[in-house]
């Protein structure tokens, strides 16, 4: 198991930018691939951002692609999300999340470990 604390969420103008950090703590955290989820309320939990193990292969929602960036430092056991022009749909609390294995995962149950979620608000 790891254990995940996101960071940097906050308040921020439409336009604007935001960088969300992930810090791990437990196992090895080169073994795991990362994700980025959100959830607004009344809505499910999707998936925005992910990053494989060795941080070469990445997927990104349809919603911010262009606009986010996933990365990851594992000489700091921090995955992060760079988040620039910022849009009010993308108010939500964020999560960051762990999967044991090599791949990107794209889908809710193919993670292990969940942090607790860092809100963001963007007003327009």
């Known amino acids: 198991q790891v254990q995940l604390v996101e960071s940097g969420g906050g308040l921020v103008q439409a336009g604007g930018s935001l960088r969300l950090s992930c810090a791990a703590s437990g196992r090895t955290f080169s073994g795991y691939g990362m994700g980025w989820f959100r959830q607004a309320p009344g809505k499910e939990r999707e998936i925005v951002a992910a990053?494989?193990?060795?941080?070469?292969?990445?997927y990104y929602a349809d919603s911010v692609k262009g606009r986010f960036t996933i990365s990851r430092d594992d000489t700091k056991n921090t995955v992060y999300l760079q988040m620039n022009n910022l849009k009010s749909e993308d108010t939500a609390v964020y999560y960051c999340a762990a999967a044991v294995g090599r791949y990107v995962y794209t889908t809710f149950e193919g993670y292990d470990d969940w942090g607790q979620g860092t809100q963001v608000t963007v007003s327009s």
């Open positions: 990053i494989n193990w060795s941080g070469v292969n990445t």
